[in-house]
């Protein structure tokens, strides 16, 4: 089930990974592409329930590629099986 808390304690689980491993600013910046497509109403139900089945340092890894913002999201869209 999707709720803004399931949402918000996936977003922070997946910035935890990224914090432990590379530190508080790069974990801020490297974030935001996903929090921002959150955020803005872009992702729909069925990508967010992909994405919180998934563990949070597959999506660490995909956010720490770099690259843009819509790169970024469409290799976590693909790393969790969603097709628009």
């Not at 996903?34 to 998934?54: C, D, Q």
């Amino acid at each position: 089930m999707v709720s803004r808390n399931t949402i918000d304690t996936c977003v922070w689980n997946i910035k935890k990974v990224l914090m432990e491993k590379y530190g508080t600013m790069a974990a801020d910046r490297e974030i935001a592409p996903l929090v921002w497509y959150i955020e803005t109403g872009r992702a729909s139900t069925p990508f967010l329930e992909k994405l919180i089945t998934k563990k949070p340092y597959i999506v660490a890894r995909r956010l720490h590629a770099g690259g843009s913002d819509m790169e970024i999201i469409a290799r976590i869209k693909a790393c969790v099986g969603f097709k628009e």
